[in-house]
């Protein structure tokens, strides 16, 4: 089994022109200030010349909080900007020597898997911990249950039996998630709370 150099980076110098690119491709006609002046209206700035320096790669990191501002500003997932290009059945290179497609990458990303995608790779990633897998496991049940409300109400004849059915169920998972410590909205709209 090969072993990755720790001294080399160019994984992550990959994953830094990704995203530079998404930028430029994203920010469209905007400019780097422009899109800058949003970040700092969102709550803090990140400054033009750090967006410039990602979208050249002449920066070799981005920080969290960079790609969280940058990504609103855009009006995009941070999810777009680390899978650009390649969505949805495109390879990524998520993990040094590790390539999924690119909607699964996105959506663990994004908290949609459980656990890293397998992909292909030297090794078998970790599964999460049981209470994670159990919380992941009910929130998605929970989105198909509502869904499936969702569908009754659209048809426009919701039979009284299959949304008190739904209605319970929906109920039992919230249960289920609040039990794992998961949070949940309760004013009933949908939301997560702010």
């Known amino acids: 089994m090969a072993q990755t150099d720790p001294s080399d980076d160019s994984w992550q110098i990959d994953q830094v022109l990704r995203i530079g690119a998404a930028i430029r491709a994203l920010r469209g006609r905007r400019s780097a200030a422009q899109i800058s002046d949003v970040t700092a209206e969102l709550g803090e700035r990140v400054g033009r010349s750090t967006i410039t320096d990602i979208e050249i790669g002449r920066r070799k990191y981005?920080?969290?909080?960079?790609?969280?501002?940058?990504?609103?500003?855009?009006?995009?997932?941070?999810a777009a900007l680390l899978t650009h290009g390649s969505m949805p059945d495109g390879p990524v290179e998520f993990l040094p020597a590790r390539t999924a497609p690119a909607h699964d990458v996105a959506s663990w990303w994004g908290g949609g898997h459980r656990g890293a995608p397998q992909g292909t790779g030297p090794k078998t990633l970790p599964e999460p911990d049981e209470t994670t897998?159990?919380?992941?496991?009910?929130?998605?049940?929970?989105?198909?249950?509502?869904?499936?409300?969702?569908?009754?109400?659209?048809?426009?004849?919701?039979?009284?039996?299959?949304?008190?059915?739904?209605?319970?169920?929906?109920?039992?998972?919230?249960?289920?998630?609040?039990?794992?410590?998961?949070?949940?909205?309760?004013?009933?709209?949908?939301?997560?709370?702010?």
């Open 62 to 78: 981005v920080a969290v909080h960079e790609l969280s501002l940058i990504a609103a500003a855009l009006g995009v997932p941070p």
């Open 133 to 194: 897998a159990k919380l992941f496991n009910a929130v998605e049940w929970r989105r198909r249950l509502q869904v499936a409300r969702i569908r009754q109400v659209v048809d426009q004849v919701p039979d009284p039996a299959v949304m008190a059915a739904l209605r319970e169920q929906i109920a039992t998972v919230e249960a289920t998630i609040r039990e794992l410590g998961g949070v949940l909205d309760e004013s009933g709209s949908g939301d997560a709370p702010g």
